[in-house]
């Protein structure tokens, strides 16, 4: 394993990676495959990659602050290489209670400076970018216009 390993754990020292994350910048710095498997496979016995850990810490801390709901999150970890299971696993556990989305909707919405009128749109498309569903825009924008 030597050198491979090496820098895969100096990667993993300056900040946590995804398993496919890792292995794309060992492979950009020409280790071989092997090599590459066989170091990756000792770090995650080892309890050094955990994609699971990882992509809720992520989704939990910045992917929450950003306002994100459940489809930008989805988006966000597949981007990062996070297997699907992993990603629905833990989109189901963010979005365990049917009004977390909505909540977080509008606290996302409440971000948003909005005063004029037609900036519903404004807000509707927002929301769409921040991830969440069409139900919960509609309903975010039916409690601004009543209040």
Known sequence: MGDCHEKALD????????QREL?????SRKFPPEEIEKSL???VRLGLIDDSAHARDLAAGPMTRK???????????????????VIEAVVA???????????RARQAARRLAIGRAGDEDR?????????????VILSVLQEMTTD
């Open 41 to 43: 496979a000792e770090l």
């Open 11 to 18: 990667l993993i020292a300056r900040r946590p990676h995804f």
């Open 123 to 135: 807000l509707a498309r927002h929301l769409n970018r921040k991830g969440y569903s069409k139900a």
């Open 67 to 85: 306002g994100f709901g459940p489809r930008r999150v989805r988006v966000e970890l597949l981007r990062k290489g996070v297997d699907e299971e």
């Open 93 to 103: 556990e963010m979005f365990s209670d049917p009004e977390e989305e909505l909540r």
């Open 23 to 27: 292995e794309q910048k060992l492979n």
